[in-house]
Nanobody, 120 residues
Framework: QVQLVESGGGLVQAGGSLRLSCAAS????????MGWFRQAPGKEREFVAA????????RYADSVKDRFTISRLNARSTVFLQMNSVKPEDTAVYYC?????????????WGQGTQVTVSS
């Protein structure tokens, strides 16, 4: 049984910062890459960022590049998303996922999501 628990969402003003966390547990966490996706109201879920099992490789969506930073603890089962210079269009439910690789278009396991709201 794999469990992903996100935290850190909330309300932030445009231009501000927020940090999301996701803790993964379960026997199959193993060597999975970890990533973040988001879904805004009325829109499809979209990729945000991903990090490899070793932490040595990352990938970002163009819309968040140079503003968001993904990282993971040495224990490799916790991932963070540092969100800087946030914009109203970053408002969405953010989901943590275990991914087969940072190039994967989706995840194999998902968290329950955490709401991020950016006010203008």
């Amino acid at each position: 049984q794999v469990q992903l628990v996100e935290s850190g969402g909330g309300l932030v003003q445009a231009g501000g910062s927020l940090r999301l966390s996701c803790a993964a547990s379960g026997r199959t966490v193993g060597t999975y890459s970890m990533g973040w996706f988001r879904q805004a109201p009325g829109k499809e879920r979209e990729f945000v960022a991903a990090i490899s099992w070793t932490g040595g490789s990352t990938r970002y969506a163009d819309s968040v590049k140079d503003r968001f930073t993904i990282s993971r603890l040495n224990a490799r089962s916790t991932v963070f998303l540092q969100m800087n210079s946030v914009k109203p269009e970053d408002t969405a439910v953010y989901y943590c996922a275990l991914m087969r690789s940072i190039a994967a278009g989706t995840g194999d396991y998902w968290g329950q999501g955490t709401q991020v709201t950016v006010s203008s």
